[in-house]
């Protein structure tokens, strides 16, 4: 089945350092990535549409200086936690459609950020 | 306006006993609706969706939803739970192609051995 990988699972920062996170779709090709992100016993909050070869879709109250995404290929898409903060700790989750059917998306795992 | 409500925010079943999941959406065209399932610290695994036709669907580990148009709900049903189905249960709507998925707020199923 289609399998959505990222990477890293878990990360602990500085303040001020820079973060990236890597979304891999492993057996398919995603035109477009999501990337979400989950805080604590709370739903997921959209933040942006990645698109391949094209900018990025923030979403309202989304920082794009600070959440770098970068779509190079059908099968990577990379967030940025640019200048990381405590505030930024959280839980990412990304996912890619064209993986088991028209219509459905398959999440990655995510990648638990925790900001000192 | 587009949403997804799920009014239990936290259920607790005793294991064996059967399990209904609340979902209401509000959405402006046909709705594609999804079931999805998230393990601590996890991402998320689609249990079950439904896009048209038979209005009862079947997922894996023994879930089903039924659309039911008239009261805009897709609620989740289990008839047996198993200790492992202890989770959180999110319910979403979405569009055609990769429009853009809105979740509900997620309940939080305990299981009672």
């Known amino acids: 089945g289609a399998v959505v990988s990222q990477h890293p699972s878990w990360v602990i920062c500085k303040s001020g350092t820079s973060v990236k996170i890597e979304c891999r779709s492993l057996?398919?090709?995603?035109?477009?990535m999501f990337w979400y992100r989950q805080f604590p016993k709370q739903s997921l909050m959209l933040m942006a549409t990645?698109?391949?070869?094209?900018?990025?879709?923030?979403e309202q109250g989304v920082e794009k200086d600070k959440f770098l995404i970068n779509h190079a290929s059908l099968t990577l898409s990379t967030l940025t936690v640019t200048s990381a903060h405590p505030e930024d700790s959280s839980f990412y989750i990304c996912?890619?459609?064209?993986?088991?059917?028209?219509?459905?998306?398959?999440f990655g795992a995510g990648s638990r950020l925790t900001v000192l | 306006a587009q949403s997804v409500t799920q009014p239990d925010i936290h259920i607790t079943v005793s294991e064996g006993a059967s399990l209904e999941l609340r979902c209401n959406y509000s959405?402006?065209?046909?709705?594609?609706l999804f079931w999805y399932v998230q393990s601590p610290g996890q991402g998320l695994q689609l249990l079950l969706k439904?896009?048209?036709?038979?209005?009862l669907v079947q997922g894996i580990k023994g879930f089903e939803a039924e659309f039911k148009r008239s009261q805009s709900s897709f609620n989740l049903r289990k008839p047996s739970v198993h200790w492992s189905d202890a989770a959180e249960y999110f319910c979403?709507?979405?569009?055609?192609?990769?429009?853009?998925?809105?979740f509900g707020p997620g309940t939080s199923l305990s299981v009672i051995p």
């Open positions: 990645s698109n391949e070869g094209s900018k990025a879709t923030y």
């Open positions: 996912s890619a459609g064209g993986g088991t059917g028209a219509n459905v998306l398959t």
């Open positions: 057996d398919f090709q995603a035109t477009t």
């Open positions: 439904y896009f048209s036709g038979d209005t």
């Open positions: 979403a709507v979405g569009g055609t192609s990769y429009d853009k998925v809105i």
């Open positions: 959405y402006g065209a046909t709705p594609y």
